[in-house]
């Protein structure tokens, strides 16, 4: 039968957890009721399967100390911790095979982290009256479903009984499907490829993508937006890709000059930690990317600046900056735990870098590439210099055949050990 869990504060939900349990049960599902409370739920309240003090002693703490120190904002996070650890807890062991929660400011942040741990394709479905505006703290770069309260999560009435009974329907169809397909392989068997791409690197991963479907590869393409980049980061540390093909890195030229679309400092990190074959290319490394033009900072007014259309201005890296970078993508791959290498276009780093583009800088570039091969002088990391632009066939086929041979031979030596 298929499990839902369902994590919620009883102590001030018990009563809509426990209209949840019964539709979830009618549905012809199994529940396991997760409480996060803190302070103890009114009598009538259902009793939770985890109950509170189990939580808050799953991550270290003690809830009665909890209660008596008196910092709501200290308990919430205690209490994230325990479920998170929790609900991990039961997917390991096979008692999850969907995430209901139900819930105001608080109770979504914590149902969020447990959440985002869980890994890509376990259902998680969160009902929260925050859901009609910025989701993006709470679903960061997971495969959360938000759904919008519309009224406050405050009893069972005639309009949150339809939103919550689509949440339930939702919740059983999902966890259903999740139970009967979780042991099934993926379509065909193929090995999985994370690629990430920008528009302006586009041609170069739609080659390498043709050239590693022939190989026996599917690949899974990212949007350099900063939640693409931390969507690849996340399957390539669950253990989902065979190899990484990491064409476009421009997220982390906004994480150090401070652009809009970051993916944050673990960006180009989860591969080389996770021992995954990975081949990497300075593409869009050229730009630091903004909103329309008006947004940004005053302080780069006299920048070389290309606006892309009218949401998105692109800000060319300077020399200096380019010096930073080619040292900070050598030092995450030098430190790789498997096989990692760099291919450099002399000719351009992306569409708009080329002759007569409005980014083309061959001395910033080459900085960048001098800075990258300092950076990996001495470590097991491959630099091969290609003399045509990124976006040319024969770049990215190079990039794609050696990703394949890098894969192939790493498993090979597995096998041997």
Avoid at 11 to 28: M, V
Avoid at 49 to 68: I, P, S, T, W
Avoid at 241 to 247: E, K, P
Wanted: hydrophobic residues 45%; negative net charge.
């Amino acid at each position: 039968m298929a499990t839902v869990v369902l994590v919620g504060t009883l102590d001030t939900k018990g009563a809509e957890y426990a209209w949840l349990s019964t539709r979830l049960r009618e549905s012809g599902c199994d529940v396991v009721l997760v409480d996060a409370g803190v302070m103890p739920p009114p009598v009538g309240a259902p009793a939770g399967d985890v109950d509170a003090a189990a939580v808050a002693l799953r991550a270290g703490h003690d809830l009665e100390a909890l209660r008596a120190a008196g910092d709501r904002g200290a308990a919430v996070t205690a209490m994230a911790e325990g479920v998170e650890l929790v609900v991990g807890d039961l997917h390991r062991e096979g008692r999850l095979h969907a995430v209901l929660a139900v819930a105001g400011s608080g109770g979504s942040f914590i149902a969020a982290r447990a959440m985002q741990a869980l890994p890509v394709g376990v259902p998680k479905l969160l009902v929260s009256t925050m859901a009609g505006g910025d989701v993006s703290p709470y679903v960061g770069s997971s495969d959360i479903t938000m759904m919008y309260s519309v009224v406050d999560v405050a009893g069972i009435n005639s309009v949150s009984s339809r939103i919550l009974g689509n949440a339930v329907a939702a919740a059983a169809g999902m966890a259903a499907h999740h139970e009967r397909s979780v042991d099934r392989p993926s379509p065909g068997g193929r090995p999985l490829i994370g690629a990430s791409m920008f528009g302006v690197t586009t041609p170069a991963v739609d080659a390498a993508r043709r050239r590693l479907g022939e190989l026996g590869y599917e690949v899974l393409v990212f949007h350099a937006t900063g939640a693409g980049g931390r969507a690849l980061e996340k399957l390539a540390a669950g253990g989902f890709l065979a190899g990484v093909l990491d064409l476009t890195t421009t997220e982390l030229a906004d994480e150090l000059v401070g652009g809009v679309l970051s993916a944050g400092p673990d960006r180009l990190t989860a591969a080389g930690r996770a021992g995954i074959a990975q081949v990497v290319a300075p593409g869009a490394l050229d730009m630091v990317n903004f909103g329309a033009r008006e947004t940004v900072p005053e302080r780069f007014a006299e920048r070389r600046l290309l606006v892309h259309n009218p949401t998105v201005t692109l800000m060319r890296t300077t020399a200096a900056e380019m010096t930073e970078l080619g040292t900070l993508v050598g030092r995450k791959l030098a430190s790789a735990r498997g096989p990692a290498a760099v291919l450099w276009p002399l000719g351009g780093v992306s569409a708009v870098d080329v002759p007569d583009g409005p980014f083309h800088d061959p001395e910033a570039d080459a900085a960048g590439l001098e800075s990258l091969r300092a950076a990996l002088r001495g470590s097991a990391v491959e630099l091969r210099e290609i003399d045509a632009q990124l976006n040319d066939p024969s770049f990215a086929v190079a990039a794609a055949e050696r990703l394949h041979e890098l894969i192939t031979a790493h498993d090979r030596s597995s096998a041997d050990v």
